[in-house]
């Protein structure tokens, strides 16, 4: 290998990620040692964003599309790096790309049963479970709020954090719902709408993620009040027949 070639070699002039997953979410271009050089090309396809992090501090963030890395497309990163009028040489920064579009098929579901104060059968314990799906929105707060330092992030890695965040409005919704137990599985199309909303207010502005879709599939009820409403319903089938 020649010297042009080797040199070649520890430049970066092509910029892209060929997503073929379907739960990333951000994803860190692996530039290892190399260096990104003057006019390198830059390839943001449809549903992703490509972040420059300079140092830890973030500065440019490039929507779709295809781009000619230079001074006059880099001003944040021109300033962080004291470019006054322009450059000419290769540069280093960690290039961030984020996924846009929507991860469905998540699930949710509650640990620990939640407490409800029914009218009828007194205090009770309830498990609840649903489906979710998770879109970013803001990327310059999604890495740093959630990504940190990662080479990559899925969503396995915000599972927990949103379980949590879910299951905490779910309690804060049964508490004021003023729904009897009995009558649960005929509003939950009614509550995951009221649930979507509490939660986006807890994701949104601070992980920079967007909830477009929630569901409530099951809410389902402490096996003794379950035997109670067989008795029952036993009971008024005996009476009919009286």
Request: aromatic share 10%.
């Given at each position: 290998?020649?010297?042009?070639?080797?040199?070649?070699?520890?430049?970066?002039?092509?910029?892209?990620?060929?997503?073929?997953?379907?739960?990333?979410?951000v994803?860190?271009?692996?530039?290892?040692?190399?260096?990104i050089?003057?006019?390198?090309?830059?390839?943001?396809?449809?549903?992703?964003?490509?972040?420059?992090?300079?140092?830890?501090?973030?500065?440019?963030?490039?929507?779709?599309?295809?781009?000619?890395?230079?001074?006059?497309?880099?001003?944040?990163?021109?300033?962080?790096?004291?470019?006054?009028?322009?450059?000419?040489?290769?540069?280093?920064?960690?290039?961030?790309?984020?996924?846009?579009?929507?991860?469905?098929?998540?699930?949710?579901?509650?640990?620990?049963?939640?407490?409800?104060?029914?009218?009828?059968?007194?205090?009770?314990?309830?498990?609840?479970?649903?489906?979710?799906?998770?879109?970013?929105?803001?990327?310059?707060?999604?890495?740093?709020?959630?990504?940190?330092?990662?080479?990559?992030?899925?969503?396995?890695?915000?599972a927990?954090?949103?379980?949590?965040?879910i299951?905490?409005?779910?309690?804060?919704?049964?508490?004021?719902?003023?729904?009897?137990?009995?009558?649960?599985?005929?509003?939950?199309?009614?509550?995951?709408?009221?649930?979507?909303?509490?939660?986006?207010?807890?994701?949104?502005?601070?992980?920079?993620?967007?909830?477009?879709?929630?569901?409530?599939?099951?809410v389902?009820?402490?096996?003794?009040?379950?035997?109670?409403?067989?008795?029952?319903?036993?009971?008024?089938?005996?009476?009919?027949?009286?």
């Open positions: 290998m020649g010297l042009f070639d080797k040199l070649r070699g520890e430049l970066v002039d092509i910029v892209e990620w060929i997503d073929d997953s379907k739960h990333t979410l994803w860190r271009f692996p530039r290892y040692q190399n260096e050089k003057n006019g390198a090309q830059l390839i943001v396809r449809p549903g992703q964003k490509a972040v420059f992090v300079h140092r830890g501090e973030i500065a440019d963030v490039f929507d779709e599309g295809h781009y000619e890395l230079k001074a006059d497309n880099l001003p944040i990163l021109s300033t962080i790096m004291g470019w006054k009028h322009g450059f000419n040489s290769p540069f280093r920064s960690e290039v961030y790309f984020v996924s846009t579009r929507q991860i469905t098929d998540l699930k949710w579901g509650t640990p620990n049963p939640v407490m409800l104060r029914d009218p009828e059968f007194g205090p009770i314990r309830l498990r609840a479970f649903g489906t979710y799906t998770l879109k970013a929105v803001d990327p310059k707060a999604l890495l740093k709020e959630l990504v940190g330092t990662n080479a990559e992030f899925n969503s396995d890695d915000v927990e954090v949103m379980r949590s965040i299951t905490q409005a779910f309690t804060d919704m049964l508490g004021t719902s003023k729904v009897a137990a009995l009558d649960l599985a005929s509003h939950y199309q009614e509550m995951a709408g009221e649930l979507r909303k509490l939660v986006a207010e807890r994701v949104d502005d601070e992980y920079g993620l967007e909830i477009p879709q929630l569901f409530i599939v099951n389902s009820l402490p096996e003794a009040v379950e035997k109670a409403l067989d008795t029952r319903t036993s009971m008024g089938v005996v009476g009919d027949m009286n």
